[in-house]
């Protein structure tokens, strides 16, 4: 497939924009005192260089009530100068067009971080914040809208060439659109014309401030995904007033943040919402963004060729490769750090207050100080282990011009990433395998699958630097029966080694790992996507019963841990997912449950009510793991300098695993 529309340039108003692909506003948290800075300029000049068509500065709060120091203020003029000077200069060296979004957070708003208590349309608490904001006043309601003009009108001077309104995710306006978290008996609540008036004259007072020529956007939620919310009606219904009150342009994007619905993560399926933006392009006549996992190019060609959008939006996929759109405009695929929705060092980290940046690209976020640069001294470079830390390290040393040869005992590369991407959903972790093992394939270096790098290997030849990452091995639990042959790996489950797994099934360990191969055991014999699809297309079933096959694990799993917190290594943005998989699929959790013993059929364990015995005929073990170091153990170093990083050195996610590659790998 020709990525023509891609690449196709597009109107908006009197803007043109050279191709289909936005940068949608992404909070980085780059700053603690809402001040634009030389991290956020590096980012940008990257993305910008990368040749998105339209990139979003933002979100920019209008008043301190509603946003977070951690993230861009535009409340007050001092604010417009920085933000001016570099838009003028991405205007001028490059051919992208600079958006950027107003931003109020209502109720979603952290007390802790702006020093008041938030405001919404009623006292509705949040479950996001824990918090009960202030009903706003009609007077708050009148400070608010000339705060979005004030706003509005600072973005103009900036030299910004597109204002999108923020009323989606549920923040402030769509607080107001929801008959969830609006309650006023005013010309502001009740029915929807009511309800849609704040977010309307907020449009309209933000045209006056701007005048006539300069595009506007709203970002709206296709479908809030609350139960009694909007749904997809409503909000193609807001769409049309929205371009009705003067804007230009519609960006439809998925639910609020307290939906149970997934959003962003891997288990939402590719333009999973794209159906979202054709029921509002039906309803407008301005151009419109579609947006939410359409990372894929393919998927973006094919979205726009369908004709259910105007233009893309590429948030994450842009987080992991800034040079997404060029590589895909040059046909060069394969150098693409393909995004694999994990949230971990996105979604994650702005959940933690944390400065965003990627698990795969460990430069994000870092672009001003972490460039790579040539090595002054050529070095021979031997790395004994091919999973995420020691491919890392490998392409970032051969970029730097070392001599690389990268030693894997398995038939293939990836170590843990093969079992992270066995789980239900999750196969597209496998792009962080086939983009590394690209990427070291252009750089030079030499993979030796199927051999285990020994100590005898490395005092024969001596490589200058041997770099271990060799991972991790399952910890071997000592109860009594751990041997019997019912008893298997959680490894060997995900890694498809286990030939027969039986109706009553344990999993001891209630970590990520036990939880997610607890999914994987309940998903087999559910039927496929695609025969889903089938059975419903031609009405085969009934659709509650063909939910109920999706849902039928046909078999009792249950997972045992002694901590309270099952999951508690999943980062939160995709924890809930997990958790609400386990709990359709009827998997008992557990808690405070301590393995004692395995019997032929059971499990002895102890819980706070004393003993008890669990049927069981297959075992699960899934107790964590250890650093697989024997290497390093093994050489003496002997005029050879060696690294351990990765698991290797101290098991841990797979973010901190790639970091230390990509930083041991600048030092040599
Ligand atoms: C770290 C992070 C922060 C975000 N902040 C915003 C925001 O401030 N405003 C907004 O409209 N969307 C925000 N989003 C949503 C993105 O704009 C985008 O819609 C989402 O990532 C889905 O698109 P993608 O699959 O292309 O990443 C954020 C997403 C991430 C990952
Ligand atoms: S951290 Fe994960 S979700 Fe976020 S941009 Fe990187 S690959 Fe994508």
């Not at 209502?106 to 202030?134: C, D, H, K, Q, V």
Request: hydrophobic share 40%; glycine share 8%.
């Amino acid at each position: 497939m020709k990525f023509v529309k891609l690449f196709e340039p597009i109107t908006i108003r009197n803007l043109q924009i050279k191709n289909r692909i936005v940068m949608p506003s992404i909070g980085l948290a780059y700053t603690r005192d809402y001040s634009f800075n030389e991290t956020f300029k590096a980012f940008y000049r990257e993305r910008a260089k990368g040749e998105v068509g339209l990139m979003t500065i933002g979100p920019v709060g209008i008043d301190r009530v509603g946003c977070v120091p951690l993230m861009l203020g535009l409340f007050d003029d001092k604010h417009i100068k920085p933000l001016k000077e570099f838009v003028e200069e991405l205007h001028r060296e490059t051919d992208v067009k600079v958006a950027t979004q107003l931003f109020h957070m209502g109720r979603y708003a952290f007390s802790i971080f702006t020093g008041m208590p938030p405001i919404a349309p009623s006292a509705i608490p949040s479950t996001l914040t824990g918090e009960t904001p202030r009903e706003m006043t009609k007077e708050d309601i009148e400070e608010v809208k000339e705060a979005y003009a004030q706003s509005a009108r600072r973005a103009k001077e900036a030299g910004f060439a597109l204002i999108e309104i923020l009323a989606c995710t549920g923040y402030l306006i769509s607080q107001f659109l929801s008959p969830l978290t609006n309650k006023r008996t005013d010309e502001y609540g009740g029915v929807i014309e009511n309800r849609m008036r704040f977010g309307l004259e907020v449009i309209r007072k933000v045209r006056e401030a701007v005048g006539e020529d300069v595009p506007m956007g709203i970002r709206i939620a296709g479908n809030d995904f609350m139960e009694g919310g909007h749904t997809n009606i409503e909000s193609a219904q807001f769409a049309a007033e929205a371009e009705k009150a003067g804007v230009d342009a519609i960006n439809v994007t998925g639910g609020w943040h307290e939906t149970n619905v997934p959003q962003l993560t891997t288990n939402v399926p590719a333009a999973g919402f794209l159906y979202l933006a054709r029921g509002i392009k039906e309803k407008v006549g301005i151009p419109v963004f579609a947006s939410n996992r359409l990372g894929d190019p393919y998927v973006a060609e094919k979205a726009l060729r369908s004709g259910a959008c105007d233009m893309i939006c590429w948030g994450r996929p842009l987080l992991a490769d800034p040079e997404l759109p060029k590589k895909v405009k040059e046909g060069r695929l394969n150098e693409i750090i393909s995004c694999i929705s994990c949230n971990q060092g996105c979604f994650d980290a702005i959940f933690s207050a944390s400065p965003v940046t990627c698990i795969l690209n460990p430069r994000t976020g870092r672009e001003k100080e972490r460039e790579v640069k040539r090595a002054e001294v050529l070095r021979e470079v031997w790395v004994a282990g091919g999973g995420p830390a020691g491919m890392e390290f490998a392409l970032t040393a051969a970029e730097r011009g070392h001599d690389v040869t990268l030693y894997e005992k398995e038939s293939r590369l990836g170590g843990q990433v093969n079992l992270a991407k066995a789980p239900p959903g999750k196969a597209e972790f496998d792009n962080v395998i086939e983009s590394m093992k690209h990427r070291m394939e252009q750089r030079g270096v030499k993979v030796r699958l199927n051999t285990r790098l020994t100590p005898e290997m490395v005092k024969k030849s001596k490589p200058d630097v041997l770099v271990v990452a060799s991972g991790a091995k399952p910890v071997e639990m000592d109860v009594p029966g751990i041997q019997k042959p019912h008893v298997v790996s959680a490894w060997d489950v995900l890694m498809d080694k286990v030939s027969h797994i039986g109706e009553n099934v344990v999993v001891v360990g209630g970590s990520a790992t036990g939880c997610e191969t607890a999914q994987f055991i309940a998903s087999m014999g559910t039927p496929e996507p695609d025969t889903f699809t089938f059975l419903i297309y031609h009405s085969a079933e009934d659709p509650e019963f063909a939910t109920k096959l999706l849902h039928n694990a046909g078999r009792r799993i249950t997972v045992i841990d002694m901590v309270p917190r099952f999951a508690n290594n999943v980062g939160r943005t995709a924890r809930w997912s997990l958790m609400k998989g386990l709990r359709l699929m009827g998997v008992e959790l557990r808690k405070k449950t301590k393995l004692l013993e395995i019997t032929d059929d059971a499990v002895i364990v102890e819980t706070e009510e004393g003993k008890a015995s669990l049927k069981a005929d297959t075992v699960v073990m899934a107790v964590g793991v250890l650093p697989d170091d024997e290497l390093v153990r093994e050489v003496k170093e002997d005029g050879v300098k060696v690294i351990t990083i990765g698991d290797a050195k101290k098991p841990r996610k797979m973010t901190e695993a790639i970091w230390e590659g990509f930083e041991e790998a600048l030092k040599i």
